[in-house]
């Protein structure tokens, strides 16, 4: 399948003008991820949105993000969330970035404390 670098770009050049957003540890936001190279998780729809989970926060301007799928695997790199807007989700630990905080867009839901440091734990056995 051939990518719309092109419109992905467009719509970065309409984010960069947006404003930092304020956002906490453990949110699960909707974020602009975008159109990215072989396997690097995308955004979806016309938005290029996807749902993740913000694991630390650097700045105002900047935190590292876990992108979430709804794909189930079972392997050491996917860790379930639970239910996020009717549908089992999962963090694709392999995937973990910093991102701008501009990128960030609606709240879904708040991850448990024991969840969020259920995943904490396994980021840290990652690397």
Request: proline letters at 2%; hydrophobic letters at 35%; charged letters at 30%.
């Amino acid at each position: 399948m051939q990518k719309d670098f092109d419109k992905w770009n467009n719509r970065k050049k309409e984010i960069n003008k947006d404003k930092p957003n304020f956002y906490k540890e453990r949110d699960i936001r909707w974020c602009s991820l975008g159109i990215n190279v072989g396997f690097e998780q995308d955004g979806t729809s016309g938005k290029f949105k996807r749902s993740v989970l913000i694991v630390k926060g650097f700045s105002m301007n900047v935190c590292l993000i876990v992108p979430l799928t709804t794909s189930k695997k079972i392997n050491p790199y996917h860790v379930g969330v639970g239910i996020i807007e009717g549908k089992e989700a999962f963090v694709i630990l392999s995937q973990i970035r910093l991102i701008d905080t501009k990128r960030l867009h609606a709240r879904l839901d708040i991850l448990s404390q024991e969840k969020f440091e259920e995943i904490r734990k396994a980021i840290r056995d990652l690397i």
